[in-house]
């Protein structure tokens, strides 16, 4: 059965450049059941030092927005993510669709 999964604790092993994730908004749409999350990462900055070099580039920690939408009826969870650090100069997006597996109905 999928199952929503508890808070982590960052940084982790799996996740080492992680630092913190905070959940701005939570929200439950009570005629679907679809659960709402937006949520905000702090990831340490991994880009070489030499691109560093541009004042631009120059940041200790990168920040993520992350959203998703948990269908536990459906056994799909959407997510979408972005980087907030350099919006003013580019876009960076990822959409994600995770669903049980046919192989295997219980992952």
Not at 7 to 13: C, D, E, F, R, V
Not at 56 to 85: A, G, H, P
Request: net charge positive; with cysteine.
């Amino acid at each position: 059965m999928l199952r929503p999964l508890p808070p982590a604790k960052y940084p982790s092993p799996m996740e080492k450049h992680v630092t913190a994730v905070k959940t701005v908004e939570e929200k439950t749409d009570l005629s679907t059941g679809i659960i709402y999350r937006r949520r905000i990462a702090t990831c340490q900055n991994v880009i070489p030092q030499i691109l560093r070099k541009l004042s631009v580039l120059k940041v200790s920690d990168v920040y993520l927005e992350e959203e998703s939408w948990l269908n536990m009826q459906e056994r799909i969870m959407s997510m979408k993510t972005r980087c907030l650090t350099w919006s003013q100069y580019a876009s960076l997006k990822e959409e994600s669709v995770f669903r049980e597996s046919l192989e295997n109905p219980n992952w």
